[in-house]
């Protein structure tokens, strides 16, 4: 059997606070999956659509235990999905080299209502943009 692999666009990506949980996980590189991506304040939320791109990168766990330890910190229940704050499916990631894997991602299922897009697809680039904007309702989604 194959190793899973998993795809990061928000707190678990390199230097945010929940990349150690990576640690045993094989880099793939960067990628993008087809969506958008919302600022729900202190973490993303990808939902997929053909429409837009979001940005992240690409991992082969290696730990076979490490899904359910993700499901947990991810606020998802498999057995109570519409109970679960994101849900984890498989969705097809581009590789920076072109390549198209199947990976999982957890997707938000929550309410979109307060969300605020994020058009460039990429957590990282918008939390430096949100450090300098002086868009106020940037600056909200700081506090």
Do not use: C, K
């Not at 929940?18 to 960067?30: D, K, N, T």
């Not at 939902?47 to 947990?72: C, F, I, K």
Request: no cysteine; glycine share 10%; aromatic share 8%.
């Amino acid at each position: 059997m194959e190793p899973d692999v998993l795809f990061v666009y928000g707190s678990l990506l390199p230097g945010l606070p929940l990349h150690p949980l990576l640690a045993s996980a094989v880099p793939l590189g960067p990628g993008q999956i087809p969506g958008r991506l919302y600022d729900l304040g202190d973490y993303p939320g990808a939902v997929t659509t053909p429409h837009g791109r979001v940005h992240g990168e690409a991992y082969r766990l290696r730990d076979p235990g490490l899904l359910r330890r993700l499901d947990d910190e991810e606020g998802y229940d498999p057995a109570d999905e519409a109970g679960s704050l994101y849900v984890r499916r498989r969705v097809p990631v581009t590789l920076a080299d072109g390549r198209v894997i199947a990976a999982w991602a957890y997707l938000y299922a929550g309410p979109l209502a307060q969300a605020v897009p994020i058009p460039s697809g990429d957590w990282r680039r918008h939390l430096a943009d949100r450090r300098t904007s002086p868009n106020p309702r940037a600056q909200r989604r700081q506090a």
